[in-house]
């Protein structure tokens, strides 16, 4: 069993940068791989970034490469998103989610979600 909680959102204005962080329980932190998906209103949920177990495989969406970078601390049993150049459109709570194994883009192959946090970004 994996619980995770998500930190760091708040309200910007566009330009800004901004990270938010996940933290997870349980000893087997570096066997998950990690994502963040992003849900705005009336909008499915979509796949923002993803790293492996390893930190070897790191993926993102198009519509934020180059903007935002994902990183994971196994000593501290975290993950992190950065964000700089925000826009109003990356505006959307944000979901920490975790999966034994392979990194996968679908958020139907995740087990464990975060409660996730509101990042708002002002033009």
């Known amino acids: 069993q994996v619980q995770l909680v998500e930190s760091g959102g708040g309200l910007v204005q566009a330009g800004d940068s901004l990270r938010v962080s996940c933290e997870a329980s349980g000893r087997t932190f570096s066997q998950y791989s990690m994502a963040w998906f992003r849900q705005a209103p009336g909008k499915e949920r979509e796949f923002v970034a993803g790293i492996g177990w390893s930190a070897g495989t790191i993926s993102y969406a198009d519509s934020v490469k180059g903007r935002f970078t994902i990183s994971r601390d196994n000593a501290k049993n975290a993950v992190y998103l950065q964000m700089k150049s925000l826009k109003p459109e990356d505006t959307a709570v944000y979901y920490c989610?975790?999966?034994?194994?392979?990194?996968?883009?679908?958020?139907?192959?995740?087990?464990?979600w975060g409660q996730g946090t509101q990042v708002t970004v002002s033009s």
């Open positions: 989610a975790a999966r034994l194994g392979y990194l996968f883009s679908e958020g139907g192959r995740y087990d464990y």
